[in-house]
């Protein structure tokens, strides 16, 4: 028994890691957990003592895995009703992973995570384990079974696709949360303009409601129409609480480490709206508001002190 135990706690060491790894992967928390779960599973049917290094061995099962989940995900994902987005996770939760690097907290925000849909998952794969775990192209080799030239090769095309769009401005909390207020304030003033001026003027807005929330899948873009839809979102109406069952409650937060708006109603969450912050301002904002993907975000919420009162409420 004593041994059992010994092989379990070796891996629940390595689940943080793992799980980061996952989620990074997927896009989607849920999807992220059952791949470590069946890792684990797949570690305890192993003759575990002829396993010469554990991290190497589970981080191969994972990402093997991980890449059967994204070839049958894209499939789903033609019929999935409306646009697909990834699943925020809010600061704090551990599955966001290391964040002690720049490359690390780029490789996990929520723009690179929306554009990583557009890799193969060969692609995407090799770039998490480069950009955000710094695994040598020596192990990512092995781990794909491809040679270390390839690996090399398949990370300079990511990494491009990747760095092509707009330069993404890494701000800190205060900052993050400017942005918030400033924004919260243009797109309840009721006019379009001060909004215009936040954004971008080749800015986007779309959400993700899987079906069962009303969301835009149909990007809007341009800075004007995408402020006469903020406008719209964020006018208070009978017909929008009794939807959400309750009054939506706005706080300023982050997620994927950039400035979200997360809206609560009773306690749970009822959508993260992302913003991509530029040097030239908001270049995009993602709602999340598939109640499946806030599952998480949700317990995280719960888990947290928010003494504050809301910014604003619909």
Not at 61 to 76: D, G, I, K, P
Not at 92 to 107: F, I, K, N, V
């Amino acid at each position: 028994m004593a041994l059992i135990m010994s092989d379990v706690d070796r891996f629940e060491t390595a689940r943080p890691r793992l799980e980061a790894i996952a989620y990074r992967l997927l896009g989607s928390a849920s999807e992220a957990e059952d791949a470590v779960q069946e890792t684990f599973l797949r570690w305890q049917a192993a003759d575990v003592g002829r396993i010469e290094v554990p991290e190497a061995w589970l981080t191969k099962v994972l990402t093997n895995w991980c890449l059967n989940m994204l070839t049958s995900a894209r499939a789903r994902r033609e019929t999935y009703v409306g646009r697909w987005l990834p699943e925020p996770l809010l600061t704090g939760d551990p599955m966001l992973g290391p964040a002690d690097t720049a490359e690390q907290r780029e490789s996990v925000s929520y723009a690179v995570l929306v554009l990583l849909e557009r890799l193969s998952p060969g692609e995407r794969a090799v770039y998490v384990l480069r950009e955000a775990f710094d695994y040598p192209h020596r192990e990512i080799a092995e781990i794909l079974e491809i040679t270390e030239a390839a690996s090399q090769q398949v990370y300079h095309r990511a990494k491009k696709h990747i760095a092509d769009r707009k330069a993404r401005t890494e701000i800190d909390e205060a900052a993050a949360r400017k942005i918030i207020e400033e924004f919260l304030a243009a797109a309840t003033s009721g006019r379009t303009e001060p909004l215009v001026r936040l954004l971008t003027q080749d800015a986007v807005a779309v959400g993700d409601g899987g079906g069962k929330v009303p969301a835009r899948a149909k990007a809007f873009e341009g800075a004007l129409a995408v402020a006469t839809f903020m406008r719209g979102m964020f006018k208070p109406s009978a017909a929008k609480r009794a939807h959400v069952g309750g009054t939506p409650e706005i706080y300023a937060a982050s997620a994927n480490g950039g400035p979200a708006i997360v809206a609560v109603v009773d306690g749970r969450v009822a959508g993260i709206i992302c913003l991509e912050a530029t040097a030239e301002g908001i270049a995009a904002i993602r709602s999340q508001v598939n109640p499946d993907k806030l599952v998480r975000a949700t317990e995280q919420w719960a888990a947290a002190d928010h003494g504050e009162a809301p910014l604003h409420t619909l």
